[in-house]
């Protein structure tokens, strides 16, 4: 069975200080990768998605960045965090594009920047 | 731009009363939406409810149904008699069948009383 992992499940920060949060898929080879992120009160917004290894599409700037590393693990950061970087974060696996393809969610990161 | 309007929460019902939690869709860039919806039950990570990609067609799960009304580009969500366990956060979300994005309301939190 696949399974999808999140760290940390959460994080308080400084403005200004870097951040990286973490996702692995395990069970599944080449997987389709995305980045959601909420803000309290908001809608989830779709951040970045990846294909394949190597290859990172950005959806929203929000300064921050995403990389796959590895087939199974995908990362998202930012050098210098702002305030508006709060919310809850959630890393997501599709088995094909997600037109019509179900989302698998991992439990998600909580981040509060201070 | 696309997105998703849905029923803005909290929604208190009484266990075996009857729910609807509404949601309506704006595809301007989108020829063939296709739509969703997701749930978070409490301590568990966001899944898939249920998905219809055809208008006209009725998707179903664990006793809640929704119908894809293209006329007017709405994804009610509905069930007869709603249990205790149903409490949970609701997301109706719009996929695009020519691009890799999936766009989410904002979300609407259920509680079910005993």
């Known amino acids: 069975a696949q399974t999808i992992h999140q760290w940390p499940v959460a994080e308080i920060k400084a403005v200004g200080s870097p951040l990286s949060l973490g996702c692995t898929i395990k069970g599944k080879s080449s997987p389709n990768l995305y980045w959601y992120w909420q803000a309290t009160g908001g809608t989830l917004q779709q951040l970045f998605y990846?294909?394949?290894?190597?290859?990172v599409e950005s959806v929203v700037q929000l300064n921050l960045s995403a990389s796959r590393p590895k087939d199974d693990q995908f990362i998202l950061s930012t050098e210098k965090l702002l305030l508006s970087h709060s919310g809850f974060y959630l890393c997501?696996?599709?088995?094909?594009?997600?037109?019509?393809?179900?989302?698998?969610f991992g439990h998600g990161t909580k981040l509060s920047v201070l | 731009g696309d997105s998703v309007t849905q029923t803005e929460g909290p929604v208190t019902v009484s266990e075996s009363e009857s729910l609807i939690i509404n949601c309506t869709y704006s595809a301007t860039s989108i020829a063939y939406p296709n739509l969703f919806w997701y749930v978070r039950y409490p301590g568990e990570g966001l899944q898939l409810l249920l998905k219809v990609i055809t208008a006209g067609q009725k998707g179903s799960s664990r006793g809640f149904e929704a119908t894809y009304n293209k006329e007017t580009t709405s994804f009610h969500l509905q069930k007869a008699s709603v249990q205790e366990s149903d409490s949970a956060v609701y997301y109706c979300a719009l996929g695009s069948s020519n691009t890799n994005k999936v766009v989410f309301g904002t979300g609407t939190r259920l509680q079910v009383l005993p």
């Open positions: 997501a696996w599709s088995q094909r594009a997600i037109s019509n393809e179900r989302l698998f």
């Open positions: 990846s294909i394949t290894v190597g290859q």
